[in-house]
């Protein structure tokens, strides 16, 4: 969303909010209407309330959150938390509401990776920089630091940590005559064709290309693996050439030849978890949550075959996307020392060891932490290699309607109906238009 839009809705909602505001007999607080939730306030007591905005699915569950604010409350006791939950597809737009308010909304938010440049940009997050110590940044992995960081300001605490990882069916490559999973995309279709040719599936591999973000963030990965790089250091597009060529070229190829399944294009995770786990796959790329259910007989037909391997490079190592998430704190909170506070706790080391099941830490140093890695060994030791692979989507302020754009052109491309050198052509103009239109 660029500068212009963000002001728009700013307009809309001081709009709206004005009749309440003037009626109310609190004129410094704003109702559910304007911002989805009370602002932070002083409660009886003398205590501070702090409101806090949550997606309800995936990674930390809601009992979780719900769970360790209980804890920080009870450690804190000057300190109330109200939270709020919603669905991931209603996330982004409830902060840009709720922060463009003239109330000021949620003191804490949860930010997706792809989303600080934006909302910083719009002066929506506060500057933590001073808080998040050289200590800490020295032990946090450095791409889940990158991914809050905007004109070298940290804009938000990394707090959610999960990457892509290679699954594949060790008993389909045994019984193609491979003892390794592939190291690279290249040696993937050298083995697709085998497992094609011996009968063993029709369709090696399923990938997450329907036409929404799941499109972008896989692209994102296999442009890295060929080398490519999205701009340069002036946001000049790079992705139409080298690298990026190639890794779309290569996507396009494998999508005609079968070795990646043709529901590649209408699914998302969830849709290449069940393929993979009806059989009907013998590689798929997936995050964290997709391990236990792969293994779990009452999910998955191939449970006890399912492995994990690198992620595959090509002209690099390997190449994984960053799937976390980051806390970030309103710059119009009026608590902005206790919203530290709670997003400190939240992200603490203690807290991350106890909860390592359900979420990786995002500390380097508890991936050697015995309690850390005997809740799924197999997991966290493949982390441990993996995370030195992450990989970020573009942190460009207006990421989201660049990733449409990608949506757009990379689908007309592994579909055929276009050159992925016209696609990739089409969304370097769209690129170029957007820096333009958010540089006036």
Not at 153 to 177: H, Q, S, T
Not at 196 to 217: M, N, R, S
Not at 253 to 279: D, H, K, L, Y
Not at 328 to 344: L, Q
């Amino acid at each position: 969303m660029n500068r212009i839009k963000i002001i728009i809705i700013t307009v809309l909602v001081l709009v709206f909010t004005a009749g309440i505001i003037l009626s109310s007999s609190c004129a410094g607080a704003a109702g559910e209407e304007a911002a989805g939730e009370e602002p932070a306030e002083e409660a009886a007591g003398g205590a501070v309330t702090l409101t806090s905005l949550f997606m309800s699915q995936a990674g930390y569950s809601e009992e979780d959150v719900r769970n360790i604010t209980d804890e920080f409350m009870e450690a804190n006791p000057d300190i109330k938390v109200d939270l709020t939950f919603v669905a991931y597809e209603n996330l982004h737009d409830k902060i840009v509401t709720s922060l463009s308010s003239g109330a000021g909304g949620y003191d804490t938010i949860l930010i997706d990776t792809v989303w600080p440049a934006e909302f910083a940009s719009a002066g929506f997050l506060l500057d933590i920089t001073d808080k998040v110590t050289s200590e800490m940044q020295e032990d946090i992995w450095p791409a889940a630091l990158k991914a809050v960081v905007w004109e070298d300001r940290i804009v938000g605490m990394p707090w959610l940590n999960d990457v892509e990882y290679f699954y594949y069916n060790e008993k389909m490559l045994k019984e193609a005559g491979f003892d390794n999973p592939p190291a690279t995309w290249s040696e993937l279709k050298e083995q697709g064709e085998v497992l094609i040719e011996k009968g063993i599936v029709e369709h090696p591999f399923i990938d997450e290309w329907a036409q929404e973000e799941a499109l972008t963030a896989q692209y994102t990965q296999y442009l890295y693996a060929f080398g490519g790089e999205f701009f340069d250091e002036d946001l000049n597009p790079l992705f139409n050439q080298g690298g990026g060529l190639e890794a779309l070229e290569f996507m396009a190829e494998n999508m005609q030849s079968g070795i990646i399944n043709p529901a590649s294009t209408e699914s998302a995770w969830e849709a290449c978890r069940n393929v993979f786990s009806q059989g009907n796959a013998a590689f798929c790329v997936n995050f964290t949550y997709m391990w236990g259910l792969a293994n779990d007989p009452d999910e998955s037909t191939v449970a006890g075959d399912v492995k994990l391997g690198l992620m595959p490079g090509e002209v690099v190592e390997s190449a994984t996307l960053n799937g976390g998430m980051g806390m970030g704190i309103s710059s119009k909170t009026k608590y902005p020392d206790e919203a530290w506070k709670y997003v400190e706790y939240l992200s603490s080391k203690d807290v991350q060891k106890r909860y390592a099941k359900n979420a990786l830490p995002i500390w380097k140093s508890l991936f050697d932490d015995p309690e850390v890695i005997e809740t799924q060994p197999e997991l966290v030791n493949m982390s441990k290699e993996q995370y030195a692979y992450i990989v970020n989507r573009p942190i460009v302020p207006w990421y989201s309607d660049l990733s449409r754009a990608f949506q757009i052109e990379i689908h007309n491309a592994v579909l055929g109906q276009k050159t992925p050198q016209q696609a990739l052509d089409d969304v370097a103009t769209v690129a170029r238009d957007l820096k333009e239109k958010y540089s006036e």
